[in-house]
């Protein structure tokens, strides 16, 4: 049944909302909202929220494993168990970094290669939802790696924090001349500036605590990213109109060859195949998918997608971007039609696309495009992003005037957490 809407190229609403779900099922919606993680640390509840993360992670340890946990980590931030700044915006982000490593030491879940030269914990191939191989990730990484060395030694500390502030300055801008001025948006470079920005305000936030930068220099550089931000939106909002294209699908050729058709085979496909478990894996960003094992005779194509590529040379040019590089890979599973079943193609940005069977009438693609790009749109926690580079005077004063430091050997607040976890 070819679903319509009041005039003859309207969609209606039940097309949209299963279109959007079948994205939605095949985890090509982007999200460029900030890392809550990131927002947690860097903000007024700093402090309060590495205390508890300290104390939860001993909550499964036993007594001999506190103890070594708390003995490693005092080794590691320098011999001593007061960490200076440690509850506090920058530094707090990297203790709790640091403090999920160790755990996983003294658990002993970590492999051979997590010891004291390993670049971050062993599962960081992302860090606060961006690629750790990519430029900001990298300078991001290598810098609160960095920092439990070096963060009780005020000197060290802010020679260092100086020197990844301009290597910050200099990326960002030419980060953000490549989105606005040479066609290089995507929702991965729109995240990485935005993860970026977000750490770069703080890293200068801090630099006034140090002493090293007055106030002034902070407080322009959070303007500045909040102008950057407005346009950014506005050019991504583009972005997606230009990328996102729909085609609808023509319906089976053939009759069903085996099983009962269902009764809403015009609209999504369901993902989930009976057969096969974790064909999906939900924490795979790159688009992992397993092939299925049915028979051929039985089967049919039930979507393909592509993987979301990390790299910021995903080109934008009018919507005709570069393959993402993992290519396009086919998910087979009982159906109950042949393989010749034609699908209709929707495709976000580059990278990601997928397979579908809703039908409606052809002339409907251009208004679902936008609808579906409207509604991507609002998915997106933008003000959350907003809000985080414009802070009410008194929150981003409260911010500066920090000073926590933090203790390591809390063995009275563990074990009264542990008490109350046991009760």
Known sequence: MILTGQGMCLPSPATIQELFFVARDANIIPDISLDPVLTTYLSLDSSAALQHHYAFLQRSMTLDQQSEFRVNLTNRVGGSSRVIHGGIGVVALALSMLFDQVALQVRGQGSAEVNESSPQRPQAKMIFGISSSSRIGWIIQSYLHLLPNITNNQDEMAENTELFDNLLTLELL?????????????????????????????????????????????????????????????????????????????????????????????????????????LLSPGNSTGGIKESTTPSNVTSNMYKRNGSSEDIGITDQEGKGEAAADGRTMLNCSSGYSDEEELGLLVIEPGRSVSHRVQHHPCESPAIQEALAIRIINTQDLEQNRNFFRYAEKVFRGLLRQSDNFELNQTESVHRSLQRHSV
């Open 174 to 278: 030419d980060h953000y001349e490549r989105m606005t001025n040479k066609k290089r948006m995507s929702s991965v470079s729109m995240q990485q500036w935005l993860v970026g920005a977000a750490f770069h305000v703080h890293l200068r936030i801090h630099q006034v605590r140090l002493g090293s930068v007055p106030v002034g220099s902070a407080m322009s550089l959070r303007w500045s990213y909040k102008s950057g931000l407005a346009r950014l939106i506005q050019g991504y909002a583009a972005y997606l109109n230009r990328n996102i294209r729909e085609t609808a699908a023509p319906g089976p050729r053939k009759t069903r060859t085996n099983g009962p058709r269902q009764a809403n085979a015009d609209s999504r496909t369901n993902l989930t195949c009976p057969t096969e478990e974790g």
